[in-house]
């Protein structure tokens, strides 16, 4: 069966970083892209970056890129997202997703979210 | 980036009714367009892929159509547990997601 568990959200204050955790099971997270999706409270979805399969090419949206990484510990079968300058407009509750194969952006699986609350 | 603008924001039905939402597409972008559900305090779940493509174990009541710019999310007779929101998105660039359908108890 295929699990996602993210971990690591916290209240954190602007300026500051956090290291948020995806950790997988029931499949080789290698093989297939993987997401971070966010959500804003009382807001819709918005895709913050992907890591691709195999090749580990990533891809981050226009508001995060250049303050998140993404990286994968394949050993562990981990994801993880590093969030610096974070941002009063980066609180949100964060997803991660698995895609359908290693290049696609259809989300098959995704974990239950873990909250992120930036605030001074 | 594709921007999607889904219609309406939200809809007030009954149990039984016919539903049917639109995904509208700033660009052709042929099929590559998913339809995902959310509920309250859960996360999203994948219903239709590539337009009209239904995800395993999603009730058949759940059907997907369109191409090109313009998508259609259908519920052929809605169950008490379709009450949720749900989301258009594209996967033919850059991901984006639309702002969302919510389904009200009329």
């Known amino acids: 069966e295929v699990q996602l568990m993210e971990s690591g959200g916290d209240l954190v204050q602007p300026g500051g970083s956090l290291r948020l955790s995806c950790a997988a099971s029931?499949?080789?997270?290698?093989?297939?892209?993987m997401t971070w999706v966010r959500q804003a409270p009382g807001k819709g979805l918005e895709w913050v970056c992907t890591?691709?399969?195999?090749?580990?090419?990533?891809e981050y949206a226009d508001s995060v890129k250049g303050r998140f990484t993404i990286s994968r510990d394949n050993s562990r079968n981990t994801l993880f997202l590093f969030m610096n300058s974070l941002r009063v407009e980066d609180t949100a509750i964060y997803y991660c997703?698995?895609?359908?194969?290693?290049?696609?952006?259809?989300?098959?699986?995704w974990g239950q979210g873990t909250l992120v609350t930036v605030s001074s | 980036d594709i921007q999607l603008t889904q219609s309406p924001s939200s809809l007030s039905v009954s149990v039984g009714d016919r539903v049917t939402i639109t995904c509208r597409a700033s660009?052709?972008?042929?099929?590559?367009l998913n339809w995902y559900q959310q509920k309250p305090g859960k996360a999203p779940k994948l219903l239709i892929y590539a337009g009209s493509n239904l995800h395993s174990g999603v009730p058949s009541r759940f059907s997907g159509s369109g191409s090109g710019t313009d998508f259609t999310l259908t519920i052929s007779s809605l169950q008490p547990e379709d009450f949720a929101t749900y989301y258009c998105q594209q996967s033919y660039t850059i991901p984006t997601f639309g702002q969302g359908t919510r389904l009200e108890t009329k």
């Open positions: 029931g499949f080789i997270s290698i093989t297939y892209a």
């Open positions: 660009q052709n972008m042929a099929i590559f």
């Open positions: 890591i691709k399969g195999g090749d580990a090419f990533t």
């Open positions: 997703a698995r895609a359908i194969d290693g290049s696609s952006s259809t989300f098959v699986y």
